[in-house]
C-alpha cells in the first residue's frame, strides 16, 4: 500500500510539475495591429514597425504577441477588424494604413492606448486635442502625404510644362478625399493648369479610369495618395507605361517598382516611429503625453530608366532637386 500511494503521489507531481511550470510563465502583452492595407505589400513596412519596436526593447514571439488584421483596401471592414481586436484583450491598438484605420479605433475604445498613422491633421481629425498634447488614449505620426498633393502636380507640370491638360485619380472613399481635392484644384489655379479629376475605388475603376484619361490625351497624371492604390501599385504603373502617361505618385516604392516619379515622406520611417512609440507606450508611458511625429523628411525620386521609355527628358534643374535618381 505504501508503495503504491508513492506511486499516486509521484504521478501526481508529474501532473502538477508542468501545470505549475505554465501558470508561472510571463503573459505577453499583446499588441493589435490593423492596416487598411493588404499582407502582401507591407513586407518592408512591417518590418520597419518591428524595428521600432526592437529599438524600444521588444521582439515579436519573445517579450510581445501581435494580432494582425488587414482589411485589404476595403475601408467598411476596419470597424469590425477593430471590435474582434478588442474582444482579443490587446494592451495596444497599431492603427495603419490610412486615416481610416485611426477613426475607426478610436471610435471604438477610449481607454486602450492606440498609436495612428495619419496623412491629414489629426487635430482636425478628433484624434487629437493637440500635437503637442494629444490628451486621450492616442497618439501617433502625421506624415503630411494627402496634403502634398499640390506640390506633386507642381512637380509633374515642370517635368511637362506643355501639358494641356493633366489627369488625377482619387479614391473618393479615402477620408481625406475632400482635403485632397481642395489642394489639387488651389494648386491647379495658382500654376494655370488644367485638370480633370476621376475617382476610382476598385480596381475596375482605375482601369476605366485611365482609358477615359487615354480619350481624354491627359499629358499627365497624378496618382492621390491612397492605400487601396498602394494595393494597386503594379496595376497603376503597367498601365501608366501601357498609355505612355507620365505620372507621380505619393511613395518612392512606386518609383523603385518602375514608376516615374514621387514625392512624400518616408513610409518605412512612419513604421518605426509607429513602432518605437508603441514599445514606450508598453513599458508605461501615456499616449496623452507623448507628442505626435511630424516629419523631417520629403523624398523626391526620378526614374530616369522610365523616362527614357517614355520619352522625356528630365531637365537637370528638376533632377538636381531630387534625393534619390535611379538610372
Known sequence: MKRRKFITLLGSAAVAWPLQARAQQPVLPVIGFLSARSPSESAYALAAFNQGLKQGGYVEGQNVAIEYRWAEGQYDRLPALVGDLIRHQVSLIAATGSIGSALAAKAATATIPIVFSSSDDPVK?????????PGGNATGINFFISQMEGKRLGLL???????????????????????????????ARALGQQIHILQASKAQDIHAAFKAFVQMRVQGLLVGSDP?????????????????IPAIYELREYVTAGGLMSYGTSLPDTYRQIGLYAARILKGERPADL??????KFEFVINLSTAKVLGLEVPPTLSARADEVLE
Request: glycine fraction near 4%; avoid cysteine; charged fraction near 15%.
Open 157 to 187: 507640370q515642370e517635368l511637362v510644362p506643355t501639358a494641356a491638360l493633366i489627369g488625377v485619380l482619387l479614391n473618393p472613399s479615402n477620408a481625406p478625399f475632400e482635403t485632397q481635392l481642395k489642394d489639387i484644384e488651389e494648386a
Open 291 to 296: 507628442p505626435v511625429v511630424q516629419p523631417t
Open 125 to 133: 481629425l478628433g484624434l487629437v486635442a493637440s500635437l503637442n498634447r
Open 228 to 244: 487601396f492604390f498602394n494595393g494597386r501599385r503594379e496595376q497603376l504603373i503597367t498601365l501608366a507605361e501601357h498609355y505612355a
